[in-house]
């Protein structure tokens, strides 16, 4: 059963930073991209941030680049989302998401990503 578990949000300041991490199982999570999205209310889901299943070839949404950095660690099964100088149209609830298909690029939209997972907030306040 695939699962993908998101943590790290919470409630923070503007200019302040937070590490999300998504721990993913029952797939081959190593020959997977790996992707985040967030949706705040009231808008669609969009594209923040993929990584390439060997770690290298991060993307980034304008929104987030120079602020964020995706990385991976394939021993763990995990992914992170590192975001600095966060301000408060960050605010979202933030979701990790994979393609089914290995060694498969979707790219940005998030038609090309099967497993979800229940999403975490991230609140910052002004």
């Known amino acids: 059963q695939v699962q993908l578990v998101e943590s790290g949000g919470g409630l923070v300041q503007a200019g302040g930073s937070l590490r999300l991490s998504c721990a993913a199982s029952?797939?081959?999570?190593?020959?997977?991209?790996m992707a985040w999205f967030r949706q705040a209310p009231g808008k669609e889901r969009e594209f923040v941030a993929a990584?390439?299943?060997?770690?290298?070839?991060?993307r980034y949404s304008d929104s987030v680049k120079g602020r964020s950095t995706i990385s991976r660690d394939n021993a763990k099964n995990t992914v992170y989302l590192q975001m600095n100088n966060l301000k408060p149209e960050d605010t979202a609830v933030y979701y990790c998401?994979?393609?089914?298909?290995?060694?498969?690029?979707?790219?940005?939209?998030?038609?090309?990503?099967?497993?979800w997972g229940q999403g975490t907030q991230v609140t910052v306040s002004s």
């Open positions: 990584i390439g299943w060997s770690g290298v070839n991060g």
């Open positions: 029952g797939f081959a999570f190593s020959t997977l991209v």
């Open positions: 998401a994979a393609p089914k298909s290995p060694f498969f690029n979707p790219g940005v939209e998030r038609g090309g990503y099967d497993y």
